[in-house]
């Protein structure tokens, strides 16, 4: 049939075969593209999670010290609670009951109430003022003390993509207890 005003023939319809081999290969192209992008953005996705778990877990040690939780053993913690990190254990950090008011954490365990890991393709790269980390809260205010009650006015904690060590998140406590993690 023959259109009378923009004289076209309607009779051919559809895409022929060469059509289609280039709109699929430009289809699988963006794909490859897209990608070829996603495991760095996961990888930095991750670093943010991590980021502001470590930062959730250091504030649920302040909240287990202000609500007087009781430790396993039964009886509510002198010292309250806190967090330890050590670079020698660059996957995980503890949380601790401070059982003995010592304001850290002890070395035999004997406190440690959870075992928390980094999330895989991350590492705890740095600590400072001074490797390990002790972030403690003691109730009932909770006062902070900061390695173990040494005159540090903020701790930092840096956790890297093991994959590409300039991507890095910084989680500090300052001695009033404020957490941020950038």
Known sequence: MLNLYLKIDNKIKGMTLVEVLITMAIIGILLAVSFLGYRPRGQELALQRSAFKIAADIESAREMAMSAQKHSSGDIPAGGYGVYFDTANPFSYILFADLDASKG??????????????ES????SALSPSNPVNITFVPPSPDVYLQGGTTAEQVNIVITIQADPSKTKTISVNKAGLISAD
């Not at 954490?105 to 980094?118: P, T």
């Not at 393709?121 to 705890?124: A, I, K, M, S, V």
């Open 105 to 118: 954490r002890k070395s035999d365990g004997s406190e440690d109430v959870k075992g928390l890991k980094i």
């Open 121 to 124: 393709g991350l590492t705890l």
